[in-house]
């Protein structure tokens, strides 16, 4: 079983839809969660991040965080064309030892 | 644009050969971090580098070498190259060591082996 699993869609949904993307993890020493957002032929992009459980928003991003479920979800409210993308989720321990772990991306079209 | 240049945009290069890739960090930025993205794998993180020095290892393979120099530009190394390392090559760059929440990547390197 891989350590953190993401559906990679691909996800196409109409302009102002609300869009739910979702990872699941198995290591329990993950305390930070991040989402980034990679357009095509482009670096990503750190979108949010969620320091152990708990809901974080911003603007029409929220993402929530369910440790005792190992799950972790990002909402996009209204969803815009300009949000088509690759939306990768990331989880890191936190400990001193720099290790990064990335799902493999979900490709999510909003369609006008 | 995120200020980290990456150069080669694209290399396309046969099994077996070696390649350099070269990255330059954001003004300021004393840390790099390499990382491998293809559509088997994902986006992997590879190694990272501080003001010159190793700090962190990833998944990356033995063929594969990195390093820092003076000027704090890096370079990625891969050597005897297999069809599988075909992938976009990332690199990032923060102002300390081990934050990803100041990460700024640059647009990548296609390398396509044949």
């Known amino acids: 079983q891989k350590e953190v699993e993401q559906d990679p869609g691909p996800l196409s949904v109409p302009e102002g839809a609300i869009v739910s993307l979702n990872c699941t993890y198995s290591?329990?020493?993950?305390?930070?969660f991040m989402w980034y957002r990679q357009y095509s032929r482009k670096g990503p992009e750190l979108l949010m991040y969620?320091?152990?459980?708990g809901n974080k928003e911003d603007g029409r991003f929220t993402a929530q965080v369910d440790k005792s479920s190992k799950y972790i979800s990002l909402f996009i409210r209204d969803s815009q064309p300009s949000d088509s993308a690759t939306y990768l989720c990331a989880m890191d321990s936190g400990g001193s030892n720099y290790k990064l772990t990335f799902g493999k991306g979900t490709l999510l079209t909003v369609n006008p | 644009d995120s200020g980290v240049t990456q150069t080669p945009k694209h290399l396309i290069t046969a099994t077996g050969q070696r390649v350099t890739l070269r990255c330059s960090p954001r003004s300021g930025d004393l840390s790099v971090y390499w990382y491998q993205q293809s559509l088997d794998q994902g986006l992997q993180f590879l190694i990272q580098y501080y003001n010159g020095e190793e700090r962190a290892k990833g998944n990356i393979l033995e063929r594969f070498s990195a390093q820092q120099f003076p000027d704090l530009h890096s370079e990625l190394n891969l050597s005897s190259l297999e069809l599988g390392d075909s992938a976009l090559y990332f690199c990032?760059?923060?102002?300390?060591?081990?934050?990803?929440?100041?990460?700024?990547f640059g647009p990548g390197t296609r390398l396509t082996v044949l």
């Open positions: 290591n329990s020493a993950f305390q930070y």
């Open positions: 990032a760059s923060s102002t300390s060591t081990g934050s990803w929440v100041e990460q700024f």
């Open positions: 969620t320091y152990s459980s």
